[in-house]
């Protein structure tokens, strides 16, 4: 018989029930903090060991001349300093926020020091991502997975950048807004911050927006989200350009005539040349799978808002993506958000499946160890082989393809003028130099440079009909240009207008014949670089005993200077000491490991040893 006085429990309505289970997150399963520990240690492991991109990053070293200039000149008022074909212009700067960030890092702790800033920064993100990605799936092990997949998805395009920070700034937004937190009220000085970082900001505004307006299609926007989605805008012209950081991204990608989108790292992914990530296709087919995969499972239907939210950003990232290689990083990070459900619900389906015909396999306080420690080794074992110091700089940035003795010997003999340069070198002669070499263009185009300069280049590195006439009207006193392309060097000494007075394995540097040079020139000073220098002169009057010893010397002073051991190998090949040059590459690959590369020394070596006529030049 019913208790008349027993109370009544209270009935939730089917709609607030589905409301309340559409939100995020949902709560995990329990896990000892332990685990979680584990968990979280595989995460930076592994997140670290995708840190190590090389790249030859022309675009760091303008980075840090700016912030240079801005620390000392105390200014916003963003005018070119550097180049003399548009000195005194506007510069449209929306990273000199990051650029002060970088010049005052390297301040303190040494420009070296600049790895452990991006490592910083990466590590950082993907654990944000996988934290967000936590809650999404509500395992540890499939948010793990698909870190993982981002993560290596964008690993090809990982450089001492500000760039950087649009990944972070990306997953901090998705990280608020996906579960519409309550803590959103954060969001407008975020986009304050990024707005000054990068101009990447315009997608995470774009994000929010997408956000928002998914939540009140489906009822769950949150309080006054109309005032939020508008300070997070308001937010945005608080800048050192104003409404011109709003503007000018937007024209610029509406340019297609525009010559700078024919740069390659804003080339199409399907075009040649330029950065490549290998799994940027199957990471479009991860994300339309998954997205298939949580429609047949009915995960789409329990939890609409937020299953629609991330399809969407996916879109908008993957339409980037296919304009412009440079945006796959945020179509990685878009993809998991698919992609760590999806593997929930097929890694729920394989366990039942596997479950029903091994009953043994069932341990599962055994898998909640393993998975994780299997993780952390993962991570460890691909850390392990890589410098996790300030060494790591020389190979992340490439340095030793820049003119870096040229500039030696510049600043050496204190020269001061105009400069006609190579396009990627000419941010390491603005941050070399503090502007006493005015560059003809640098890694700034577009937002200092207009397209006539740019195209005037464009014609000179070409070979175009009459180059030569742009070099000499531009009124240089000096050409810089590399080795690897010498036919522009071979055809103005020819032209009798131009004496080469410096010349390395890297770089010639030509003057106007009628230049007035400092009589004698001086040299540099003694270093690691002049010892690779005339141990690459010796080389080339194969007097093997000074070659040998210019790069035993070069590497005393600094251990990790690749080309001098590549170098030693090859000299040791050559006068037939095999086992010397072999065991040197393996010590060039302790350095950093690059196997390929590794592989096509051994080859070499072996084949001419194969060969066997005696050292030949």
Not at 97 to 122: C, H, Q
Not at 559 to 584: F, I, K, M, Y
């Amino acid at each position: 018989m019913r208790n008349p006085t027993a109370k009544k429990k209270p009935k939730t309505s089917s709609r607030a029930s589905a409301r309340s289970e559409d939100r995020l997150p949902v709560a995990p399963a329990p896990e000892p903090r332990s685990v979680s520990l584990l968990w979280w240690l595989a995460v930076i492991l592994t997140c670290w060991s995708f840190g190590f991109t090389t790249m030859q990053g022309s675009d760091l070293w303008w980075h840090l001349a700016g912030g240079r200039w801005l620390t000392q000149t105390r200014t916003l008022h963003f005018t070119d300093p550097f180049s003399f074909t548009c000195h005194g212009r506007p510069w449209f700067h929306a990273e000199w926020l990051s650029d002060v960030i970088f010049y005052n890092w390297a301040r303190l702790f040494s420009t070296a020091a600049l790895v452990w800033w991006k490592w910083g920064v990466l590590v950082a993100t993907f654990v944000l991502l996988s934290r967000l990605l936590r809650k999404i799936c509500g395992s540890s092990g499939c948010a793990y997975l698909a870190t993982l997949a981002a993560i290596a998805v964008g690993a090809p395009f990982f450089d001492i950048r500000p760039q950087l920070y649009t990944f972070l700034g990306f997953v901090v937004v998705l990280s608020f807004a996906l579960p519409l937190s309550r803590r959103l009220w954060i969001l407008p000085p975020i986009f304050m911050l990024w707005a000054n970082l990068h101009s990447g900001f315009m997608l995470g505004l774009v994000t929010i927006v997408t956000v928002l307006a998914i939540s009140f299609f489906y009822g769950e926007a949150p309080r006054r989200a109309a005032y939020l989605g508008l300070a997070c805008l308001l937010a945005c012209f608080i800048n050192g350009n104003g409404s011109e950081a709003l503007l000018w991204p937007i024209r610029f990608a509406r340019d297609s005539q525009s010559p700078f989108l024919r740069i390659g790292e804003w080339l199409p992914p399907y075009e040649p040349g330029g950065i490549r990530s290998s799994l940027y296709y199957p990471s479009i087919a991860a994300f339309v799978v998954s997205g298939l995969i949580l429609v047949a499972s009915g995960a789409f239907r329990r939890k609409p808002r937020l299953a629609l939210s991330s399809v969407a950003i996916g879109l908008v990232t993957f339409v980037l993506s296919i304009r412009s290689r440079r945006f796959i990083p945020l179509f990685g990070i878009s993809q998991s958000l698919l992609l760590a459900p999806a593997l929930m619900v097929g890694f729920s389906w394989l366990r039942r499946y596997i479950l029903k015909s091994l009953p043994r396999l069932d341990r599962p306080r055994v898998w909640q160890i393993a998975l994780p420690v299997a993780a952390v080794i993962f991570g460890g074992f691909r850390l392990a082989p890589f410098p996790l110091s300030r060494n790591a700089f020389l190979f992340l940035t490439a340095e030793d393809n820049f003119p870096v003795e040229a500039m030696n010997l510049v600043e050496a003999n204190h020269l001061e003028g105009k400069l006609f340069n190579y396009y990627n070198w000419g941010g390491y002669v603005d941050w070399r130099t503090e502007g006493r070499l005015q560059v003809f263009i640098d890694g700034r185009a577009g937002t200092a440079f207009d397209e006539k300069t740019y195209r005037k280049y464009l014609r000179v590195l070409s070979l175009q009909d009459r180059w030569e006439e742009v070099v000499w009207d531009s009124g240089a006193d000096f050409v810089l240009w590399p080795q690897h392309s010498s036919q522009q060097v071979q055809q103005l000494r020819k032209s009798g207008r131009w004496l080469p007075f410096y010349s390395d394995h890297m770089a010639t540097l030509l003057a106007r014949a009628d230049y007035p040079l400092p009589q004698p020139l001086l040299p540099t000073p003694d270093s690691a670089w002049r010892d690779l220098t005339l141990g690459w002169a010796a080389f080339r009057t194969r007097d093997y005993a000074a070659v040998e010893g210019h790069f035993q010397r070069a590497l005393q002073r600094m251990p990790n200077l690749r080309p001098a051991c590549e170098w030693l190998a090859d000299t040791q090949s050559l006068l037939g000491r095999l086992a010397e040059a072999e065991a040197t590459v393996e010590r060039c690959h302790r350095m950093f490991p690059d196997s390929e590369r590794r592989k096509q020394l051994l080859d070499l070596f072996r084949a001419r040893a194969s060969a066997s006529g005696g050292p030949t030049p």
